[in-house]
């Protein structure tokens, strides 16, 4: 149960008041047959469906949990309530997960139909009842006992309604409807399609968060704000209620290990006409001897909020915050940083998807949320960036509790267009309102320091319009306006990608700059993959050893970038393997980290501090990223001798590279390249007593490129780089190197999206 944020009080010993009433015998069910379990698939039962309290920054003592066996059925879209259901299906996992007991995909011509009983406990009588949804995909229609309560559409973010005109005694019925239409829609989806592969999955239909009711009395909070002010010891509380009858007195108590800090008082008369009357007062405390939030030193502070009416108490939460302040300022060289409390502090942190292979968006259990997080600590880092996705609650709380610094994306969908236009205004007005309500229902969570609205041009439009409003909606944290692809110069940073990278954007006055992904080196490891064979990986290995040295080798890479270019952040693609994308720190079932922890974790720690000076590189082969290098080309399917030193080349066509499309990400394109394959070659000079040291190929290659000094074969690299990447070389190329003439020979064979290939030779010895 919920172990933050009062465990000094005794009122909030919770697992008592879950009631899990009105649902179907359990002893036969199982989870569905799945490519992929995890250790905690078998903790989850009918009885055990995620019991915690689904809302731990508006905590009050009674509330009964409605996860569980629900039936349903699927019907075509346009067809009405059925009279009869099909099974039963476990909530709050999607149907197509095999945690829901069914494992069935739905599209746009479906709707799927859930029903269950529930009781009301006797000693909720007098009181107002609320219907909970932690989320739905995509739009929900809603009935008790036949009435019908509404709808909502929107797949993140929570809803409510007040059934208590619709209850009657003994069982009382509740359906819901929904329909998903998934990449055949325009709404927000995250990386749900159809047709998963490589970086896009299996989609999430349905139910996917806890539903549950909640007792209110007349007069009662409906939600509250908290802001941290650190710069002042404060705190900020707005406190929204539903206020009928006599003028509210609204107290707030600060408490730490039991004992209250500081408390005050607001009484007011009722300012706003609706009905019922609504007030929301703000009250600012100081807090004595003030302790920041940090990823090294969480601490929160707890809060118990009371609505009085007349001298007596009639509602009564309990919620949480930390100290801390995010900002941008300059470092002792001039460059703009993101700032923690007003202190420089970079952030390392992965990419993280929230997928599951037993639940896909829904975590098994709230303990499997909680092992991700740690993990990420474990592994060095401070920081996660949650990709185009939105959690239930209780993933912010873990951070908030263990200390992890939060990235927040809006999820992707299809409202962009070209040059940074919508799509429609249906589109864009779904957008926009989804964006609203991520911002305003997770703005109480100290973890979350960045909201980043777009991702990687993904329905990206009018962005400096939706900077500026994220902004308005919350100026206590920073706007990261697109992570990766195209800049439009709003927001607080400047956000560049790079696979496998690193890189780092030229440093900006104004704006801090990120690296918002690179990394994606991958690793199948059998007997923990979503399928045995046809994995995908940006880069790929055969072994934990040789994908440890490789992660070891980035970071060494990058951090010199945090002093010569201001770095603030880098992201690492990604928590875990993910269905057939293989690129995870982990394997998908959570079983085994892939590289040697410790190694990796001690690399990563390295980042946050004194970064080393850049490394010294000396040129042996210059590549054509400035200027243009003249090769030998062909499209056309060479003689087997083509590589070899002795090959008449004076046929082949002479062009300057790099050779590609020039819609490729980081590509400088001086020869168009639009066939699958290219061959390459190109004659230079080296003189005597060239430096053999530390030997690395200066490349960019999208995809597959082998390469060739002197006749012989010396590397071979299988997908792609977004940037000129420094990699090192094998021993073989300093053994075939000399002084004098010497010849490259590369081939590049390109499969799908992009393409581009350009390489040079240097020397890179760290400082």
């Given at each position: 149960?919920?172990?933050?944020?009062?465990?000094?009080?005794?009122?909030?010993g919770?697992?008592?008041?879950?009631l899990l009433?009105g649902?179907?015998?359990?002893?036969?069910?199982k989870?569905?047959?799945?490519?992929?379990?995890?250790r905690?698939?078998?903790?989850?039962?009918?009885e055990?469906?995620?019991?915690e309290?689904?809302?731990?920054?508006l905590?009050?003592?009674?509330?009964?949990?409605?996860?569980?066996?629900?039936?349903?059925?699927?019907?075509?879209?346009?067809?009405?309530?059925?009279?009869t259901?099909?099974?039963?299906?476990?909530?709050?996992?999607?149907?197509?997960?095999?945690?829901?007991?069914?494992?069935?995909?739905v599209?746009?011509?479906?709707?799927l139909?859930?029903?269950?009983?529930?009781?009301?406990?006797r000693?909720?009588r007098?009181q107002r009842?609320?219907?909970?949804?932690g989320?739905v995909?995509?739009?929900?229609?809603?009935?008790?006992?036949g009435?019908?309560?509404?709808?909502?559409?929107?797949?993140?973010?929570?809803?409510?309604f007040?059934?208590?005109?619709?209850?009657?005694?003994?069982?009382?019925?509740l359906?819901?409807?929904?329909?998903?239409?998934?990449?055949?829609?325009?709404?927000?989806?995250?990386?749900?399609?159809?047709?998963?592969g490589?970086?896009?999955?299996t989609?999430?239909?349905?139910?996917?968060?806890?539903?549950?009711?909640?007792?209110?009395?007349?007069?009662?909070?409906?939600?509250?704000?908290?802001?941290?002010?650190?710069?002042?010891?404060?705190?900020?509380?707005?406190?929204?209620?539903?206020v009928?009858?006599?003028?509210p007195?609204?107290?707030?108590?600060?408490?730490?290990?039991?004992?209250?800090?500081?408390?005050?008082?607001?009484?007011?008369?009722?300012?706003?006409?609706?009905?019922?009357?609504?007030?929301?007062?703000?009250?600012?405390?100081g807090?004595?001897?003030?302790r920041?939030?940090?990823?090294?030193?969480?601490?929160?502070?707890?809060?118990?909020?009371?609505?009085?009416?007349?001298?007596?108490?009639?509602?009564r939460?309990?919620?949480?915050?930390?100290?801390?302040?995010?900002?941008?300022?300059?470092?002792?060289?001039?460059?703009?940083?993101?700032?923690?409390?007003?202190?420089p502090?970079?952030?390392?942190?992965?990419?993280?998807?929230?997928f599951?292979?037993d639940?896909?968006?829904?975590?098994?259990?709230?303990?499997?949320?909680?092992?991700?997080?740690?993990?990420?600590?474990?592994?060095?880092?401070?920081?996660?960036r949650?990709?185009?996705?939105?959690?239930p609650?209780?993933w912010?709380?873990?951070?908030?509790?263990?200390?992890?610094?939060?990235?927040q994306?809006?999820?992707?969908?299809?409202?962009?267009?070209?040059?940074?236009?919508?799509?429609?205004?249906?589109?864009?007005a779904?957008?926009?309102?989804?964006?609203?309500?991520?911002v305003?229902?997770?703005?109480?969570?100290?973890s979350?320091?960045?909201w980043?609205?777009?991702?990687?041009?993904?329905?990206?439009?009018?962005?400096?319009?939706?900077a500026?409003?994220?902004k308005?909606?919350?100026?206590?944290?920073?706007?990261n306006?697109?992570?990766?692809?195209?800049?439009?110069?709003?927001?607080?940073?400047?956000?560049?990608?790079?696979?496998?990278?690193p890189?780092?954007?030229?440093p900006e006055?104004?704006?801090?700059?990120?690296?918002?992904?690179?990394?994606?080196?991958?690793?199948?490891?059998?007997?923990?993959?979503?399928?045995?064979?046809?994995?995908?990986?940006?880069?790929s290995?055969?072994?934990?050893?040789?994908?440890?040295a490789a992660?070891v080798?980035?970071?060494?890479?990058?951090?010199?970038?945090?002093?010569?270019?201001?770095l603030?952040?880098?992201?690492?693609?990604?928590?875990?393997?993910?269905?057939?994308?293989?690129n995870?720190?982990m394997?998908?079932?959570?079983?085994?980290?892939?590289l040697?922890?410790?190694?990796?974790?001690?690399?990563?720690?390295?980042?946050?501090?004194?970064?080393?000076?850049?490394?010294?590189?000396?040129?042996?082969?210059?590549?054509?990223?400035?200027?243009g290098?003249?090769?030998?080309?062909?499209?056309?399917?060479?003689?087997?001798e083509?590589?070899q030193?002795?090959f008449?080349?004076s046929?082949?066509?002479?062009?300057?590279?790099?050779?590609g499309?020039?819609?490729?990400?980081?590509?400088?394109v001086?020869?168009?390249?639009?066939?699958?394959?290219i061959?390459?070659?190109?004659?230079?000079?080296?003189?005597?007593?060239?430096?053999k040291?530390?030997?690395?190929?200066?490349?960019?290659h999208?995809?597959?490129?082998?390469?060739?000094?002197?006749?012989e074969?010396?590397?071979?690299y299988?997908?792609?780089?977004?940037?000129?990447?420094?990699?090192?070389?094998?021993?073989?190329?300093?053994?075939?190197?000399?002084?004098?003439?010497?010849?490259?020979?590369?081939?590049?064979?390109?499969t799908?999206?992009?393409?581009?290939?350009?390489?040079?030779?240097?020397s890179?010895?760290?400082?």
């Amino acid at each position: 149960m919920l172990k933050r944020p009062v465990t000094s009080l005794p009122w909030v010993g919770l697992t008592s008041v879950i009631l899990l009433v009105g649902q179907s015998p359990a002893a036969d069910w199982k989870p569905a047959n799945g490519p992929l379990k995890t250790r905690w698939t078998d903790q989850v039962s009918p009885e055990r469906a995620l019991p915690e309290y689904p809302r731990p920054t508006l905590v009050r003592e009674r509330w009964q949990n409605l996860n569980g066996l629900w039936q349903y059925a699927v019907t075509s879209r346009d067809a009405g309530q059925p009279t009869t259901f099909e099974g039963e299906i476990l909530v709050p996992y999607p149907i197509e997960s095999a945690l829901s007991g069914v494992a069935r995909r739905v599209n746009e011509n479906d709707r799927l139909w859930y029903r269950r009983e529930f009781r009301i406990p006797r000693d909720w009588r007098g009181q107002r009842i609320l219907l909970h949804f932690g989320a739905v995909d995509f739009q929900a229609e809603v009935w008790v006992n036949g009435t019908r309560l509404g709808e909502h559409a929107g797949g993140y973010d929570g809803f409510s309604f007040d059934i208590t005109e619709a209850l009657r005694r003994g069982a009382n019925e509740l359906v819901v409807a929904v329909w998903d239409p998934t990449d055949a829609g325009h709404q927000p989806r995250g990386k749900q399609v159809h047709r998963p592969g490589g970086i896009m999955y299996t989609p999430t239909s349905g139910i996917w968060q806890t539903v549950w009711l909640e007792p209110v009395p007349e007069a009662h909070f409906r939600e509250i704000r908290i802001t941290p002010d650190f710069d002042h010891s404060a705190v900020l509380v707005q406190a929204n209620a539903v206020v009928p009858g006599a003028a509210p007195t609204v107290r707030v108590q600060v408490f730490e290990g039991g004992k209250v800090l500081t408390e005050g008082e607001v009484s007011m008369m009722i300012t706003t006409r609706s009905i019922p009357p609504q007030a929301a007062p703000r009250i600012q405390l100081g807090v004595p001897d003030a302790r920041a939030w940090t990823p090294d030193s969480p601490h929160l502070y707890d809060l118990v909020i009371t609505l009085e009416q007349e001298g007596k108490v009639v509602d009564r939460i309990q919620s949480y915050f930390g100290l801390r302040k995010v900002s941008l300022g300059k470092d002792a060289n001039g460059f703009t940083r993101i700032l923690l409390n007003n202190e420089p502090l970079f952030q390392y942190g992965p990419l993280d998807q929230g997928f599951w292979p037993d639940g896909l968006y829904t975590a098994p259990t709230d303990a499997a949320m909680q092992y991700d997080i740690e993990m990420t600590k474990r592994l060095g880092m401070n920081m996660a960036r949650k990709h185009v996705k939105v959690e239930p609650e209780r993933w912010y709380y873990w951070c908030d509790k263990l200390g992890l610094l939060v990235w927040q994306d809006m999820p992707s969908g299809s409202f962009g267009g070209r040059d940074d236009a919508r799509l429609s205004d249906e589109a864009s007005a779904e957008y926009e309102k989804e964006l609203r309500r991520l911002v305003a229902g997770r703005y109480n969570h100290p973890s979350i320091i960045m909201w980043v609205p777009f991702n990687e041009g993904w329905g990206q439009h009018e962005t400096p319009r939706y900077a500026a409003l994220v902004k308005q909606l919350d100026p206590s944290r920073l706007v990261n306006e697109a992570s990766g692809w195209t800049d439009r110069g709003s927001g607080d940073v400047k956000d560049i990608h790079a696979y496998p990278g690193p890189s780092a954007p030229a440093p900006e006055e104004e704006r801090a700059v990120v690296l918002g992904e690179f990394g994606g080196l991958g690793l199948p490891m059998r007997g923990h993959t979503w399928q045995s064979e046809a994995n995908w990986g940006y880069r790929s290995f055969t072994d934990s050893d040789s994908l440890t040295a490789a992660y070891v080798t980035l970071m060494k890479k990058l951090h010199p970038l945090v002093g010569s270019h201001g770095l603030s952040a880098a992201v690492y693609t990604q928590t875990s393997d993910v269905e057939v994308e293989v690129n995870g720190l982990m394997t998908y079932d959570r079983e085994r980290v892939k590289l040697d922890l410790d190694a990796i974790a001690a690399a990563a720690r390295k980042l946050y501090g004194p970064p080393p000076p850049p490394p010294i590189i000396k040129t042996l082969l210059p590549t054509s990223e400035k200027p243009g290098v003249q090769w030998r080309y062909t499209t056309t399917q060479p003689g087997n001798e083509w590589f070899q030193s002795g090959f008449n080349d004076s046929a082949w066509p002479q062009g300057e590279g790099g050779f590609g499309t020039r819609s490729t990400p980081g590509a400088i394109v001086r020869t168009e390249w639009q066939t699958g394959d290219i061959w390459l070659r190109r004659e230079f000079e080296l003189p005597e007593g060239f430096s053999k040291e530390s030997l690395h190929f200066l490349i960019h290659h999208d995809e597959d490129a082998t390469i060739y000094v002197n006749g012989e074969p010396v590397a071979e690299y299988q997908g792609y780089t977004t940037s000129y990447e420094p990699l090192p070389a094998t021993k073989r190329l300093a053994e075939v190197l000399r002084p004098g003439r010497n010849v490259v020979a590369v081939h590049c064979h390109q499969t799908g999206g992009g393409q581009y290939i350009d390489l040079g030779i240097a020397s890179v010895i760290e400082q």
